[in-house]
């Protein structure tokens, strides 16, 4: 069944179908025809047996905005189906699925060029893919293969195995847009480039290897003279054998400290026969010598940056080949780095993916006085693990309206001064996950960042080992407030602190804002909480003002409530529940209603009384839970779990979850019955419950008296003595009014069970 539609348009849907010999000539012109007749006058185009407001383009690509039945139309019978299927008989979701995407590979015998694609239209004669020790259904081509080319849509295919892929290609010469090749799922590489024998380029950089079990043979018998693997990680391979085996040529094998062999229990004869590479030993070819140190092969990757004048940007690389045009190496220690004449040129800094395997020892004045870089991207790929000092790094970036460095790993910088000393623009800093603990030197650390407003910490950051606690780290920081607002007269290191001094502790997130606390007792100012914004405490913490409002669809009895602070339910349009029981045989679930209050983190059911559709919460110095609570039935089979953010509840894997859906208890296989839909969401601050038991049933259903039935063991608990009621006990005795315990409830025609505490 298909899943979705794709808005992918490469190639022709004539290629897909197959009514005889006439296919390609006859489907060709189909767009034209489709086209040609909403030209015709309406009559005429009534007389059509399909539904030409839909186009064959449309019908492939993302249907969102377009009903079920708008599709359904376009196959109300055999001839309709004929223009869009291969099988007359298919259904329509057959029919559906063979517009979905899907990766296939072809091969043009005039150019002896084998193309992966990824799209809806998979010409006829085209290769599926390989999976796992399979081998390839193009690999009868292995001699004609003159070129390799990766279609831009292939970024778009998740492959599993590459095994085999371009073995034995003798006549193989050059690969085209192989970053283009998404390998994050696969994990067979084994014998990938075995026996290619040409010294053609291989860019390999944009390779994931995180999941790779298998690179036994991989490049055997390759004529390649240098391998840049610095994107390989192999901290999952198993299988090493004969990896570079009889690669006479091969000379240079660059790698990054992410090529590990831990993992190894085959390496054997990885090198056998590797003649020219440095050092070489007859005697030393295996997994045992994968790496940089002597006697071992490999070479560490080079990290570099290069300035683009017309751009005026500085990009940091790391590479196993060095640059052909003019490079600018990495110093370490304290010297000014080697672009550093070039302060007054770069606007723009970008760390791309490759440099995420460097590991730099020094970051001593990187921007510093670069008075106008505006923009820094890809900093998440800057590893500061090995860092020493941070110096001056971001001195005087005067233009820097925001600065992300909270993937900095700071665990053995030892000097921060000057690090952001006169970032004029700044107004915010998220430091919260800088380890100090070894920094000696803060010296105007911060000084003259004359907008800087919050600074985000954790008690990770600490100044027990800064040597001169006197000198300005904080100097004419005028709008700097934590616990405490600015003093000129206290800008020492003693200010460095959440709990009395200038820094603000990041204690959690309310959709993307940050949200900071201060004081001995760690309190935020507001904490206004959305149905649009999930949110998430990394600690408790006081609020000063809370709120929470949310507006019901018209006619919501039943639904789910867990708010991160208490909630008194005195004066409440609702009323509260807890889950007390559930019985999986008669599918009716027993609640017990609450009093008082709802305790912070506790997931509840409410019901809204007649006619009130909002929920308005205002509180005032209340504690913010960190985790949401479980309520548990008394056997712990069945359980009542509360979300702070939102939750996609799948079709297939979540069974054993019950959403609440107008007045029942539904699990999404039974919500999502008879739909084409996967999932339902839930938004945050509401609640599931959840068949703990260790064989949860299994099939769509819902807790009610019966199903099918309009009413819900929920619903009985509000049932109301009214003229028209008649009650019974189990016994069938008839009572005047509902009683504690099981009662057999008759009105209007229908009867159920109601369970009164």
Known sequence: MMKRFTNQSNGSQADRINNGGAKFCRFALFPLMLLMLLLLPTCMVAQTDYDTSVTLKELAGNPEGN??????????????????????????????????AQPYVVFEEGTGTLTFRYDTYKPEGAYDLNVGKNKPKWSSLYFKIKK??????????????????????????????????????????????????????LDLTSFNTANVTDMSSMFKYCGITSLDLTSFNTANVTDMGSMFEHCRNLKSIFVSDKFVTDQITNGDKMFYDCTNLRGYNDSKIDHNYANCSQPGYFDPGFEYAMFDNATETLTFSYKGFKPVTYYYVLFEGRAKPAWSSLVDKIKKVVFDASFANARPKSCYWW????????????????????????EGMFYQCEALTSLDVTNFNTAKVTDMSLMFSSCTKL?????????????????????????????????????????????????????????????????????ANYKTGYFTKLVGKNGDEKIGATGETLATENLALADDKDFVAYEPFAAKAASYNRTMKEGTTWATLCLPFEVSLANQDFRAFKLLSADDVTETVELEEIEGSIEAGTPVIIKMNDGATKLNFTVANKTIAKDVQTVETADANYKLQGIYTKK???????????????????????????????????????????????????????????????????????????????????????????????NIVKRGGKTMKVIIK
């Open 648 to 742: 996609e509840f799948s079709k297939d894997t979540d069974n054993n979850c019950y959403i609440v859906k107008g007045a029942k208890l539904m699990n999404p296989a039974k919500l999502l019955d008879k739909t084409t839909t996967e999932s339902v969401g839930s938004k945050p601050f509401r609640a599931y419950m959840v068949d703990n038991s260790s064989a949860p049933a299994a099939g769509a259903r819902m807790f009610s008296i019966s199903v099918g039935g309009s009413t819900t063991a929920i619903e009985q608990l509000e049932t109301t003595a009214d003229s028209k009621a008649e009650y019974y006990d189990l016994q069938g005795r008839r009572l005047q009014n509902l009683q504690k315990g099981v």
């Open 367 to 390: 921007f510093g006085e670069c008075l106008n870089l505006t923009r820094i991207e890809g900093m998440e790929n800057l590893n500061t693990e090995m860092v020493t000092t941070m």
């Open 67 to 100: 009903t079920n039945e708008t599709y359904a139309n376009l196959f109300d019978g055999k001839k309709t189906k004929d223009k869009f299927c291969s099988d007359a008989n298919a259904t329509q979701e057959v029919c559906y699925a063979s517009l979905s």
């Open 148 to 201: 390799v080319v990766f279609d831009a849509s292939f970024a778009n295919a998740s492959p599993t195995s590459c095994y085999a892929w371009f073995q034995g290609c003798l006549n193989l010469t050059d690969i085209e847009g192989i970053e283009y090749l998404n390998t994050e799922n696969v994990t067979d590489m084994s014998s990938m480039f075995q026996a290619c024998p040409r010294g053609y380029p």
């Open 427 to 495: 107004s915010s800093l998220n430091l919260y996950n800088f380890n100090t603990e070894n920094v000696k030197n803060m010296l105007a650390m911060f000084s003259s960042c004359k907008n800087l407003a919050t600074i985000y910490t954790s008690e990770k950051f600490v100044t027990t080992n800064v040597n001169n606690l006197n000198h300005f780290m904080f100097d004419d920081d005028e709008q700097l407030k934590g616990a405490n607002a600015y003093d000129e007269r206290k800008t020492s290191v003693h200010c």
